[in-house]
């Protein structure tokens, strides 16, 4: 029910594009824009606890989704890269089983560290500057 005594709810805002072509959400607060930073360098415990890089971002974003449209557009942005990075890892150990081997998993997973290191960094300094990122090559598995 409405009541008429309160203003009309605010509709959230449009984010602004950018004279480079970015789209910028200029409401995203500074903690907002580090959360989504920290979400996307959860990438590099890929290196050290491979399990727990795609188990954090997941949790992070689960957690502060319903924050901001901010949070939980680079939310899900990361979850689904850190899943298309394993998917490629996955398809690169299928190739080294099945002994077409080497020549396909290696390069494949070249690419992916490269592609995830690159990406990782591209995508946490737009969230550093309030702006959206899409990762190349980043299937969209979460909608």
């Given at each position: 029910m409405i009541d008429p005594t309160q203003p009309p709810p605010i509709?959230?805002?449009?984010?602004?594009?950018t004279p480079g072509g970015r789209l910028?959400?200029?409401t995203a607060t500074s903690a907002q824009r580090n959360y989504a930073v920290f979400m996307h360098l959860t990438l590099l415990l890929a290196y050290v606890?491979?399990?727990?890089?795609?188990?954090?971002?997941?949790?992070?974003?689960?957690?502060?989704?319903?924050?901001?449209n901010f949070i939980?557009?680079?939310?899900?942005?990361?979850?689904?890269?850190?899943?298309?990075l394993?998917?490629?890892?996955?398809?690169?150990?299928?190739?080294?089983?099945?002994?077409?081997?080497?020549?396909?998993?290696i390069p494949l997973w070249f690419f992916a560290a490269v592609l995830g290191i690159v990406g990782?960094?591209?995508?946490?300094?737009?969230?550093?500057?309030?702006?959206?990122y899409r990762y190349p090559a980043c299937i969209r598995f979460v909608r």
């Open positions: 509709p959230p805002p449009t984010p602004m594009m910028v959400d200029l606890f491979w399990g727990i890089s795609l188990i954090a971002p997941i949790i992070m974003w689960q957690v502060k989704r319903t924050e901001s939980d557009d680079h939310g899900r942005e990361t979850v689904n890269f850190h899943l298309t394993l998917l490629y890892a996955l398809v690169g150990v299928a190739f080294f089983l099945t002994g077409i081997g080497a020549c396909i998993a990782m960094i591209l995508a946490a300094t737009a969230a550093g500057r309030g702006e959206y």
